[in-house]
């Protein structure tokens, strides 16, 4: 069983929190995006031009499927993830961590030029809009809630160790 699932939206600090979460608590990060390039054998964004967001939702699926049976350290989802009903029936009882992020924040995050597919016309625009889809579901999944605005990667650890069960 996974110590802890991150979920959230791009700019939420998922990789970053996640590795030092990882190294907090003496296990493994995992990363299900970079579980997908593996499979892939490209990067995110050439399987969406590719392959299409169909072909890689499904990809995203069985990573998570894949990572949640085998993986005991901190796993990190892609920000879509959840949105696949069958992934959210997988994340029960996993102690899931929602990582909550304003737009000024994850803007600057992000980085308006990174090779985030979903983000390609009007970043900033396309961003609020998936922010604003994902939130109910994000909060639904979420055993613990972190509001990660203006705060470090040091003082976010701590909350979410804090929140871990016993």
């Given at each position: 069983m996974t110590k802890a699932v991150l979920i959230g939206p791009p700019g939420s600090g998922k990789t970053t929190l996640g590795r030092?979460?990882?190294?907090?608590?003496?296990?493994?990060?995992?990363?299900?995006?970079?579980?997908?390039?593996?499979?892939?054998?490209?990067?995110?964004s050439d399987i969406f031009v590719e392959d299409g967001e169909a072909r890689f939702r499904e990809l995203e699926h069985e990573a998570v499927r894949r990572a949640l049976a085998e993986h005991d350290g901190v796993l990190s989802l892609g920000g879509g993830a959840v949105l696949d009903e069958r992934t959210q029936q997988l994340l029960a009882g996993?102690?899931?961590?929602?990582?909550?992020?304003?737009?000024?924040d994850a803007v600057q995050r992000v980085g308006l030029a990174a090779a985030r597919p979903l983000l390609?016309?009007?970043?900033?625009?396309?961003?609020k809009k998936l922010m604003e889809e994902r939130r109910p579901v994000y909060e639904r999944l979420a055993s613990q809630t972190?509001?990660?605005?203006?705060?470090?990667?040091?003082?976010?650890?701590?909350?979410?160790?804090?929140?871990?069960?016993?």
């Open positions: 030092m979460l990882a190294e907090r608590l003496g296990v493994v990060f995992r990363d299900t995006d970079a579980d997908v390039e593996t499979v892939a054998g490209k990067p995110v996993h102690h899931v961590v929602y990582l909550s992020v304003g737009l000024s390609v016309l009007n970043p900033r625009s396309q961003l972190v509001v990660t605005d203006k705060r470090t990667p040091d003082e976010l650890a701590d909350e979410i160790v804090k929140g871990l069960p016993a």
